[in-house]
């Protein structure tokens, strides 16, 4: 089973878009943090229903800091708790800091995370930490944990409206003064004008105008 952790509504709504047609029906999209909702989904007494169900949730969180927290939850509960393996897309804009920094930096939460005696009180679970997957094992099961960081250029607010002006010819200049200061009041003004204020549909049509894209192809593959 497939689960993707990304910062919000706005990139949970892009990527449902994207999935769509691989995926259909059978994907759940979680568009708001509720990560009591998630838990229950891949906890131990829903976890063979909802893998047959749905091979993809996607779930947007608010912000970088609560995608951590999202990613901890997980990880303490499923991992040693099944025999299967559950592929973790962790997507986060990169905000023009290097891949290899965030990545590293993942890994260094993991490992502290796996070493929380509060959170593994008998069995220390395995990491193996390279540049593709971190792998995650634990002494009481056959189950494993692949977790793999995608990062989204700059952020997606501004590759959205970016791409949208340019596929209408656009030039309003309080748009563009916005792409790089606040990309997120880019977005709203852009739909506020164009779009009649539907956020939603900006987003969900951007994602044909942007599913070329080498970032995006790259988490269509990583999605098993």
């Known amino acids: 089973m497939n689960v993707i952790i ?5 990139d ?3 990527l449902n878009e994207i999935m769509k ?3 259909n029906l059978r994907m759940h999209t979680i568009y708001y943090h509720e990560l009591e909702k998630l838990q229950e989904m891949l906890g ?3 976890y063979n229903f909802v893998k047959t169900k749905y091979p993809l949730i996607i779930y947007g969180d608010g912000g970088k800091a609560n995608i951590i927290i999202a990613l901890r939850r997980i990880v303490v509960e499923t991992l040693g708790k099944n025999n299967d393996e559950l592929y973790i897309i962790l997507i986060r804009d990169d905000d023009g800091a ?5 990545n590293t930096n993942l890994c260094i939460e993991l490992q502290s995370l796996l070493r929380d005696r509060s959170k593994f009180i008998v069995h220390i679970p395995n990491i193996e930490c390279n540049d593709d997957f971190f792998i995650l094992t634990h002494p009481r099961s056959r189950g494993i944990l692949k977790i ?8 997606l ?3 959205i409206a970016k791409k949208t002006m340019e596929f209408k010819g656009l030039t309003d200049s309080k748009i563009l003064e916005q792409l790089d200061n606040d990309p997120h009041k880019a977005l709203e003004l852009l739909a506020n004008k164009y779009y009649s204020g539907d956020e939603n549909r900006l987003i969900r049509e951007s994602s044909i105008l942007l599913k070329d894209e080498t970032w995006v192809n790259e988490i269509n593959r990583l999605v098993n």
């Open 44 to 46: 131990t007494n829903c």
């Open 6 to 10: 990304c910062e919000g509504k706005n």
């Open 98 to 102: 290097p891949y290899e920094v965030l």
């Open 12 to 14: 949970a709504c892009f």
């Open 21 to 23: 047609e691989r995926f």
């Open 148 to 155: 793999k960081l995608k990062t989204v250029p700059s952020n």
């Open 157 to 159: 607010e501004k590759q």
